[in-house]
């Protein structure tokens, strides 16, 4: 038994973000073993977070009873721009990580080589591999959370682009004049559909003395607001936060339409956060706009989807990158 076992290749997928870094050991067939989580502590100097990603991968295959000598390689999924060939974090405003070089200092800690890319495009290879049975050509992932990020798989490989920045679908502009983005630009995806959006528009609206139920459930302040509670409230029938919630997906549909029209992939899924909380009130939604402002030649027979993956496909994503580089 051990001997097979001995035999067998692991992969370690990472999932690093802002808050908590997330590890999944894999088989060859992306099965996952056993998954470890810790937090990140994105205020301390980037060794020390470095340490704290080693110790969960370290963890992770503790749980699943292997030895760090059976894993062949780690992935990571890493916020912000990457230059994946030398494994280097180029610019991650929420970690303030400029220049790291992510990947040396990971395998000097871990002696297994180590990959890094953007956690967007990780988490589309991940979907792409695991929950794409039909294997299509073109795809594009696009995720709703704190921000919004995108993934484009052109033939089968990862596309990005001519500086390794493609697939910011979060800031292209849909709104001229529009809310101000973090990028410093008006009117991006991001500013108008994030969950950071939402809730701003929320407040805004509680501020201008709307009513929502939210403000019993959470007080004025609506504190710890969280996109499950986003749900809740429109299953009470909360006029406020259905019609933020409706003006969203429009958003995401115009978007996918924008997307579909130049590329024409033939899946594009939506995932993260906000998807995950609210993709029954919002898909059909998004369908319906991306119909509408998509020109038909582009958008006949391109299946639009929410990804069932949920959390997990970042770290499905990294194994699926250890294992795409380990061949
Ligand atoms: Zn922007």
Known sequence: ?????????????????????????????????????????????????????????????????????????????????????????????????????????????????????????AAILGIYEAELASKPRHVVGIFLGTGIGGGIILDGKLFSGFTGTAGEIGHMVIVVGGPKCGCGSRGCFEALASRTAIFRRLSEAVADGKKTILTEMLGPDLKDLRSGDLRKAIKKGDKLVEQIIEEAAEYTGIAVANIVNILNPEVVVLGGGVIDALGDEMMSIILETAQDYGINDATQGVSIVASKRGDDAGIVGGAVLARRLSK
């Not at 470890?36 to 470095?50: H, L, Q």
């Not at 894993?71 to 220049?99: C, H, M, Q, S, Y």
């Open 1 to 121: 038994m051990a001997e097979t076992a001995a035999k067998q290749d692991f992969y370690a997928g990472v999932d690093l973000g802002g808050t908590k870094i997330l590890t999944g050991i894999f088989d060859a067939n992306l099965n996952c073993l056993g998954r470890a989580k810790v937090s990140t502590k994105a205020e301390r100097e980037p060794d020390e977070v470095i340490g704290r990603i080693a110790r969960c991968v370290r963890d992770a295959v503790d749980e699943c009873d292997l030895d760090m000598k059976q894993i062949k390689a780690v992935g990571i999924g890493a916020p912000g721009t990457v230059d994946a060939e030398a494994g280097r974090i180029i610019f991650a405003p929420n970690l303030r990580w400029e220049g790291i070089p992510l990947k040396k200092s990971l395998e000097k800690q871990l002696a297994v080589p180590v990959h890094v890319e953007n956690d967007c495009n």
